[in-house]
């Protein structure tokens, strides 16, 4: 008996052991440890590809109207003769309230106290000024008046050269339209770097967009920017139908990192080129 136990204790340790983790099935999922985020302040945001060995890991998904920053990426075995591939980032939410981002829904709230309204802390009591004697103290305002004079008239002068310097360099400035064609021609010359490629085109559309259309441009966001009524009537249909393209097309390359090849890249280069030929005068 005691034999017959040994040879059989194995065998049930063996029958025991816990059948192995099923695979995952093959996509892409996003996911974030808490779904309550606070305005402007950073949280952890993962994306996890799942795919057959030997198959390649897809695009990055949209992650706007969040700002990002990838940290790290892992690449492991899921069983299955499977790849998994995490993608960790860190990533701010500049909008408040509900915020979808590739079927993950955010709730932003303000980082501020409830019941704070937002202005600033005054002192509670001022410090009274000493009162110095008076012909010391009519002395330091006559001085003060002259330093301040001599301070302001200085000012202007310089103000006024600026000035002058600016209208005549304003001059003989070519038009917006025709330098950026030009630096679009100097961006099409330069070795294929698609990162940098993309940081340059969406410096050129909005220094474009901000003298031709819109002041605010370089400081928008590209939801702003499509979204604005005015800019859009100044633009036409076609043009914004452009725009309205080509700004998440440069987003998901500047802040998701996303991978594109440099023939997408320099189909961007056409849209630019026929944006800015049809809105130049």
Avoid: K
Wanted: charged letters at 25%.
């Amino acid at each position: 008996m005691r034999l017959a136990a040994a040879l059989l204790a194995p065998l049930l340790v063996t029958c025991r052991r816990t059948p192995p983790p099923r695979a995952a099935a093959p996509g892409t999922t996003v996911s974030v440890a808490n779904t309550a985020v606070e305005f402007g302040v950073a949280f952890p945001l993962t994306v996890t590809h799942v795919v057959r060995s030997g198959a390649p890991v897809p695009p990055e998904p949209s992650l706007a109207p969040l700002v990002t920053r990838l940290e790290s990426t892992t690449a492991g075995s899921g069983g299955d003769a499977q790849v998994v591939e995490e993608r960790r980032h860190r990533a701010w939410a500049f909008a408040l309230g509900e915020v979808d981002v590739s079927g993950v829904r955010l709730h932003v709230r303000s980082s501020l106290p409830v019941d704070d309204d937002g202005w600033p802390e005054l002192p509670e009591e001022l410090l009274a000024v000493p009162r110095p004697r008076r012909a010391a103290g009519i002395a330091a305002l006559v001085a003060g008046g002259a330093v301040l004079g001599a301070a302001a008239l200085a000012l202007w002068i310089r103000r006024r050269r600026r000035r002058n310097v600016g209208f005549a360099a304003a001059a003989d400035r070519p038009p917006a339209g025709a330098r950026a064609l030009a630096r679009l021609q100097r961006l099409r010359a330069q070795p294929p770097d698609v990162a940098a490629l993309h940081d340059e085109a969406s410096a050129l559309l909005r220094d474009y967009v901000e003298e031709r259309f819109e002041p605010r441009a370089p400081s928008r966001t590209s939801e702003e920017l499509i979204g604005d009524a005015a800019l859009a009537r100044a633009l036409g249909d076609a043009p914004r139908a452009r725009l309205v393209a080509v700004l998440p097309a440069l987003d998901r390359v500047r802040f998701g990192r996303s991978v594109v090849a440099p023939t997408v890249a320099l189909r961007l280069l056409d849209e630019l080129e026929a944006f800015v030929g049809e809105t130049s005068p």
